[in-house]
């Protein structure tokens, strides 16, 4: 293959299953050698959906998928020798022990590491022996990435590689992946964790309703997001004694009883000027929390935006698990509204 | 065990490939002593408690001796529990478990999936045929085939078709429970009217040419037509065809209808 062509290319990609429910809906993206790209997505968005195809595992409806040169699908032998899978959710037999698991995939891997080699890799060197039912959920998937790293490949398809790991495991698993890309390995991974991206990805497309509704760097992504400045009113100040919001820089803003919040997209410009009518006017901006823009805040606002009103259940979800982080988080803004107010 | 398996660099080989597979397949059989029961004693155990039926048939006319009536359907009954009735409950366990679906993302073909998970109860099934026919040989005064051509037809054509069908069979079920119960009809329609319990010979004409076109009837035919060689070359085709039709049928449904994953 030509150095220079890309090792992952999807043009127009589409996906329909037997229902006649359409997945995937036209999706375009490449991904270089040894880069890093995530599709995120709330769950339904099409990301396995995706990834199946890339995987060779189902025709596309329309569209192509290429993957280091070749159709995955008509030219599955050719592309599998050179590509390793995780799939969403394991597939081992659950009266198997460990490395009768891995020695068995072995046997069905060109250039496969020896068994010892591929457990110690994801840490479970100690649990050769046991059944695969025995294992823990955190445990199975570094299994299932143990067979997926067996044959040294140079296109790995991680799908949710983290979830049911513990912090600690999936640092673990962050760090390996990190190496492996270092090495020249181009890598695909979905996932609904936020921070596994902005952590890991070198570029991003987030899924929407089987369309990409916003792709980048994060940091392209979350650039085109608004930051935001949160804040009470001081008593017996109205939203109108404040200076023009205009002059501020602010794009946007919203009220919830007494609490302000204002969107920008030149924060220091906006922040400064606001915290030096406050000093000028001797009040307390109280609860002031000022936030640049995040991977977080871009994903809520593109699945609030494309859901509409109506928030389908996976939308929901997909909010509980940001409100969570964001609920986690409010300590450490705390801290950082401090930093920019002082 | 550890032909055809590579276990470190190069170049995987079909072969090598489905005996990897396998490996791991015979080590689950192992592990799983219900089915391993089932595969194991009941073809040998079930035509032994036969002979005293078999005893007071008449079989005069019909050129048929206990022996020649026993042994078929042994054959056939191994052909039913350990090939059959065993890898139905294999492929939908595999399929249950998303093995199928993992195993598709790996180097192996669908046919090597299929075969490979078929090849240690084949094996069984081939090692009982094996067995069954010295003990019956030995015990029923049954003597040498006078056409063992036909014999080994047979039996090759029955470890083909069986692993084909169940692997058919398996596709229409959600689970594994299920997949014993979707078993369960061909099983039984092929134990008493293919030649296994009743010989076709005693059975009235009409009923006995529509029972010519079950799946398992060409096996237990062209085995029996082995051990006594009164098979006439046309009857002997006749069989052959019905077998390869049913084969081909059953690759045409699995090809076409074959899960490898789950409904959801």
Redesign the interface.
């Known amino acids: 293959m030509n150095q220079h062509e890309h090792v992952i290319e999807v043009t127009d990609l589409r996906r329909v299953y037997g229902g006649g429910f359409e997945a995937v809906r036209g999706i375009t993206f490449s991904v270089d050698r040894g880069e890093l790209f995530a599709l995120l997505g709330t769950n339904g968005a099409g990301k396995t959906s995706t990834v199946e195809l890339l995987e060779g595992l189902a025709p596309p409806a329309g569209g192509s998928a290429r993957v280091l040169g070749h159709d995955p699908y008509e030219e599955r032998s050719k592309v599998r020798p050179r590509i390793g899978v995780m799939l969403q959710e394991g597939g081992f037999p659950s009266e198997l022990t460990v490395s009768e698991t891995v020695r068995m995939w072995a046997g069905c891997t060109s250039g496969a590491r020896p068994t010892g080699e591929a457990l110690e890799l994801v840490g479970l060197g100690r649990r050769s022996g046991v059944r695969v039912k025995q294992l823990s959920g955190g445990e199975k998937r570094r299994l299932d990435l143990a067979l997926a790293l067996l044959g040294r490949p140079d296109v790995l398809f991680l799908d949710e590689p983290t979830t049911g790991l513990d912090a600690e495991g999936r640092q673990e698993t962050w760090e390996l992946v990190r190496e492996l890309r270092d090495g020249g390995t181009t890598v695909l991974l979905t996932t609904h964790y936020l921070a596994e991206a902005e952590e890991l990805a070198d570029r991003l497309a987030i899924l929407h309703e089987g369309r990409i509704a916003a792709s980048g760097t994060p940091a392209e992504v979350t650039a085109s997001q608004p930051s935001r400045i949160t804040f009470e009113l001081p008593d017996n100040y109205f939203l109108g004694d404040l200076p023009p919001l205009a002059e501020l820089g602010v794009t946007d803003h919203d009220t919830d009883g007494r609490t302000v919040r204002l969107r920008t997209h030149e924060l220091q410009r906006t922040a400064t000027r606001l915290l030096l009518w406050a000093e000028r006017a001797r009040v307390e901006l109280r609860g002031l929390d000022v936030r640049s823009a995040s991977l977080e805040e871009a994903f809520l606002r593109i699945a609030r935006e494309a859901a509409g009103t109506s928030a389908s259940s996976s939308g929901a979800e997909m909010a509980t698990d940001a409100q969570g982080s964001r609920d986690g988080t409010k300590a450490g803004n705390a801290k950082a509204g401090k930093g920019t107010a002082a | 065990m550890r032909t055809g398996?590579?276990?470190?660099?190069?170049?995987?080989t079909p072969a090598?490939?489905m005996?990897?597979?396998a490996?791991?397949e015979l080590?689950?059989l192992s592990?799983?002593k219900a089915t391993l029961f089932a595969a194991l004693f009941v073809p040998l155990v079930l035509p032994f408690t036969l002979r005293s039926a078999v005893d007071e048939m008449d079989l005069d006319g019909t050129g048929l001796s206990v022996g020649s009536v026993l042994l078929p359907s042994a054959i056939g009954f191994s052909l039913l529990f350990a090939v059959y009735s065993s890898l139905v409950t294999v492929y939908a366990?595999?399929r249950e478990?998303?093995?199928?679906?993992?195993?598709?993302?790996?180097?192996?073909?669908d046919s090597e999936i299929l075969a490979g998970a078929a090849l240690p109860s084949v094996a069984i099934g081939l090692v009982q045929c094996v067995v069954l026919s010295a003990a019956c040989a030995a015990l029923l005064d049954l003597g040498v085939p006078q056409a063992p051509h036909l014999a080994l037809v047979g039996l090759l054509l029955g470890l083909v078709m069986w692993p084909a069908l169940a692997a058919v069979v398996s596709s229409f079920s959600r689970s594994v429970e299920g997949a014993q119960v979707a078993a369960m009809p061909l099983l039984l329609i092929s134990m008493l009217a293919s030649g296994t319990l009743v010989p076709l010979e005693i059975l009235p004409d009409r009923l006995a040419s529509l029972c010519e076109l079950l799946p398992l009837t060409p096996v237990v035919t062209l085995i029996r037509g082995g051990w006594t060689g009164d098979l006439s070359a046309y009857d002997a085709l006749g069989a052959v065809a019905t077998a390869v039709a049913w084969i081909v049928l059953a690759v045409f449904a699995v090809r076409r209808w074959f899960r490898w994953e789950p409904r959801r």
Not at chain 2, 5 to 12: C, K, R, V, Y
Not at chain 2, 97 to 109: A, D, H, I, P, S
């Open positions: 398996a590579p276990a470190s660099a190069g170049t995987t090598g490939r005996a990897a597979l490996r791991a080590t689950l592990r799983t366990a595999r478990e998303l093995v199928l679906k993992r195993l598709r993302t790996g180097e192996l073909r």
